[in-house]
């Protein structure tokens, strides 16, 4: 068996009734049922796009090449740790809280949902509801869901281009029209819907106000600059996007036709996979001895512990999008 050296995954395109018909210029996909509202970059069924494991699913290659794809960490044993997925909302999405770890467990899951958005896309007066107003307590949030004035106890948050959100589990949230997000989470679909503005769907009450936190840290997160001796990027290092228990999220900018080198960051204790998303521009991913890996804008690659150094180079402009587990 040869090393697990680095992997485009193929986007799975999931429909919503949110959603959209037209993913351009993100993805070149004919829409002919129901509308599209997440493309999911990295989920089980994602198949793999490049390589000598062209045509497994993501799942399938956790499963077998576990210890090659993740390190040696006894942490991830259930399932590939991080969801990363775009979201296209044409209409809101519902109002909907995630559970938090010990909550997920409890019903049978290994983890719960903590995420954070980074805008892709954004109109001039786009916004998105995260967390309660002050002074909210959750019999006013159950009378409000009762009589459909949820959306009034919630806090709209202005947001814009290239700006990152931090959502943590226990936070209520709603993502409205007018975005494009790049979504990172924890690999769990836990989510329960307190309010559907009236949309025949299932909503999960008891569950979800159970897992309400009136108080969290979610909100948009400055970046912050990490130096890199030789880099090449635009300021000469990564930007940290957000930095959790979960994972963290950087950002690398490339001015024109460059070469970056990356490595897992400084005092990570073990190798670790990283997952790498081309936000705009393009280029090619390569590995030691290994053919490079063409990568345009919306495309995902995975980089495996087994093989943590690797390099990009840009053909234009480019702006990497890199999420780490913790």
């Known amino acids: ?161 290239d700006e990152m959100i931090f959502v943590d589990a226990g936070t209520v949230h709603a993502i409205f029209p007018g975005v494009v997000m790049l979504e990172t989470q924890q690999n769990s679909d836990m989510t329960y819907r307190l309010y559907d503005y009236g949309r025949p769907r299932e909503l999960h009450l008891k569950d979800g106000l159970q897992a309400i936190r009136l108080k969290t840290e979610a909100g948009p997160v400055a970046p912050k600059i990490e130096p890199i001796s030789g880099s090449q990027s635009v300021g000469g290092g990564r930007e940290i996007l957000v930095q959790s228990k979960y994972f963290r999220v950087d950002r690398t900018r490339l001015a024109g036709s460059k070469t970056e080198n990356f490595s897992l960051p400084a005092g990570k204790k073990s190798n670790t996979v990283q997952l790498i998303f081309v936000g705009e521009g393009g280029g090619q991913l390569e590995s030691k001895g290994q053919p490079p890996i063409p990568l345009q804008r919306g495309d995902l690659a995975v980089v495996p512990a087994c093989t943590p150094e690797w390099s990009f180079t840009s053909t234009a402009p480019t702006e990497i999008l890199r999420a780490i587990p913790e």
């Open 1 to 161: 068996m040869t090393i697990l050296t680095p992997f485009r995954l193929r986007p799975w395109f999931r429909p919503m009734v949110w959603g959209v018909r037209n993913l351009a210029p993100w993805y070149d996909h004919k829409i002919s049922d129901q509308p599209i509202g997440e493309v999911w970059l990295s989920g089980n069924d994602c198949v793999v796009d490049t390589g000598e494991l062209a045509g497994n699913t993501l799942d399938a290659v956790f499963h077998e090449r576990r210890e090659e794809l993740l390190g040696e960490s006894g942490a991830h044993q259930e399932r590939f740790p991080l969801l990363m997925k775009v979201l296209f909302p044409r209409e809101k999405l519902s109002v909907q809280v995630h559970p938090g770890d010990e909550m997920a467990r409890q019903h049978g899951e290994p983890h719960g949902k903590t995420e954070c958005w980074y805008v892709l896309e954004a109109d001039p007066d786009a916004t998105v509801a995260l967390g309660l107003r002050p002074g909210t307590t959750l019999p006013d949030v159950k009378a409000a869901i009762d009589d459909h004035t949820l959306e009034n106890l919630l806090q709209s948050v202005p947001v814009k281009k």
